[in-house]
């Protein structure tokens, strides 16, 4: 049964730093795009990174974490990380990660929710001094 957990969430003042782990389960991550998401209250889930199943791939980051957030994989260790510098509280939300496998496009991943099949369970992220 193919499971993804997210790790790593909490409580963070305002310009510190988390590392959020997407660990896989009854699957490999090789060949799987990997999305990490996030979901505030009241708002819709948002794209805020991705990385191509292949190794020159496509990485990709939104815009209002451009600069500040890290995504790599290590296979060896079936885990995704996101690696989130200089928080702000707009970071606050619920992130979750999400896999999809592409047979022909492994150069590619995508930014859109309704591009993935298999979801973790999220962890809470909060900012706030």
């Known amino acids: 049964q193919l499971q993804l957990v997210e790790s790593g969430g909490g409580l963070v003042q305002p310009g510190g730093s988390l590392r959020l782990s997407c660990a896989a389960s009854?699957?490999?991550?090789?060949?799987?795009?990997i999305g990490w998401f996030r979901q505030a209250p009241g708002k819709e889930r948002e794209g805020v990174s991705c990385?191509?199943?292949?190794?020159?791939?496509?990485?990709y980051y939104a815009d209002s974490v451009k600069g500040r957030f890290t995504i790599s994989r290590d296979n060896a260790k079936n885990t995704v990380y996101l690696q989130m510098n200089s928080l702000k509280p707009d970071d606050t939300a619920v992130y979750y990660c999400?896999?999809?496998?592409?047979?022909?496009?492994?150069?590619?991943?995508?930014?859109?929710?309704?591009?993935?099949?298999?979801w973790g369970q999220g962890t809470q992220v909060t900012v706030s001094s």
């Open positions: 009854g699957f490999t991550l090789d060949n799987y795009a």
């Open positions: 990385i191509a199943g292949t190794s020159d791939g496509r990485i």
């Open positions: 999400a896999a999809q496998w592409y047979d022909t496009y492994k150069y590619y991943c995508g930014a859109s929710k309704n591009e993935y099949d298999n």
